[in-house]
């Protein structure tokens, strides 16, 4: 496994989490990076574990994160570059807290339980199969000092590039899908508000904090319908990483179809994001009516769509949501 030997135990396991990995492939990301969670524990001591991806070069969404048993909610921040996230990102590498001591992962933004300091962790890159590209990171950390050596190091890199190829094969199958598409859905299929999103969040955190209290009840009285509740709490973490995911997937595709435009071709495009008229981005431009019509129908075209509406909806939802500056986070 990556020119690695590891003992026995290791190897086996890693060979399991490997299939089990492989076969949450269209199952939906929470029971991908609940089984990571499983797999990578199994491997290595673990009492702390985010999968995060980037979005942008601006924006990660933390797509699972847990600290002990504790759940944090996923969602979508902008990028610390001074943290290990935005290490792994700039450097192009795994990052271990032995390197510096963790004076990168202590420039982070703390999270989970935040009266104590990791004493060791490792953050490695996931990258698309066919171009080697960063897409997002994988984090272990624990209060154990020098638990991570290069075994593990190396044991979660392998681990990391196994999920980043289920990830990348369901992105090629989107973009089949996509190219497919007639061009008449609706914008608010395509780029879903980052409003509309995190709302759903928020609001199953709430069920699923009372259906954690309920599990916890249950459990302690040795009720056998303790395990049905816990269920229903991972029921509810698999639709806030779900919910998290679809904006994350709306805007990347959206922003591989505003990139795939000519600098001009933006700049008409954006203008017809607002409602402009043809004669109004040519006097608002300074160009003619015919170069104007010539521009839009070749945004029409690499949006391959057939309505104006439809793609001045996605424009404006797109823009508008590149725009949206939040608070720092961790990593």
């Known amino acids: 496994m990556r020119g690695f030997t590891f003992d026995e135990r290791t190897t086996r396991l890693l060979r399991e989490g490997r299939e089990t990995?492989?076969?949450q492939a269209g199952k939906g990301h929470h029971a991908l990076y609940d089984r990571l969670r499983e797999v990578v524990g199994g491997v290595l001591p673990l009492d702390a574990f985010f999968v995060a991806l980037f979005r942008d070069?601006?924006?990660?969404?933390?797509?699972?994160?847990?600290?002990?048993?504790?759940?944090?909610?996923?969602?979508?921040?902008?990028?610390?570059?001074d943290g290990p996230t935005g290490w792994v990102l700039a450097h192009n590498r795994s990052y271990a807290y032995r390197e510096d001591g963790g004076a990168v992962l202590?420039?982070?933004?703390?999270w989970g339980d935040t009266e104590r300091r990791s004493a060791d962790a490792l953050v490695v890159p996931m990258r698309r199969t066919h171009t080697a590209e960063v897409i997002g990171v994988v984090s272990?950390?624990?209060?154990?000092?020098?638990?991570?050596?290069?075994a593990e190091l190396a044991a979660l890199e392998w681990l990391a590039e196994v999920v980043a190829r289920v990830l990348s094969a369901e992105e090629e199958d989107r973009a089949f899908l996509a190219r497919l598409d007639d061009g008449h859905r609706p914008a608010a299929e395509r780029v879903l508000s980052r409003s509309v999103s995190e709302l759903v969040v928020e609001r199953v955190a709430v069920v699923r904090k009372t259906?954690?209290?309920l599990a916890a009840a249950l459990e302690a009285e040795g009720?056998?319908?303790?395990?049905?509740?816990?269920?229903l709490v991972r029921e509810c973490e698999r639709l806030q990483i779900e919910s998290a995911e679809i904006e994350f997937a709306g805007y990347r595709e959206a922003a591989a179809r505003f990139a795939s435009l000519s600098p001009r071709e933006r700049d008409v495009a954006e203008l017809v994001g607002q409602g402009l008229r043809n004669d109004e981005i040519a006097a608002r431009l300074h160009i003619g009516l015919s170069t104007v019509k010539t521009h839009v129908g070749n945004i029409l075209r690499k949006y391959g769509a057939e309505q104006r509406s439809t793609v001045a909806e996605e424009i404006s939802a797109y823009l508008g949501n590149a725009r949206v500056r939040g608070h720092s986070y961790q990593g």
């Open 140 to 150: 272990v950390q624990t209060y154990t000092p020098e638990s991570y050596g290069d």
């Open 106 to 110: 202590n420039r982070g933004i703390p």
């Open 223 to 231: 009720h056998r319908l303790g395990a049905r509740a816990r269920d």
């Open 21 to 23: 990995l492989s076969a």
């Open 211 to 213: 259906a954690a209290e």
């Open 57 to 81: 070069a601006g924006h990660v969404l933390y797509a699972y994160q847990y600290d002990g048993t504790e759940y944090a909610l996923p969602g979508i921040r902008p990028l610390n570059p």
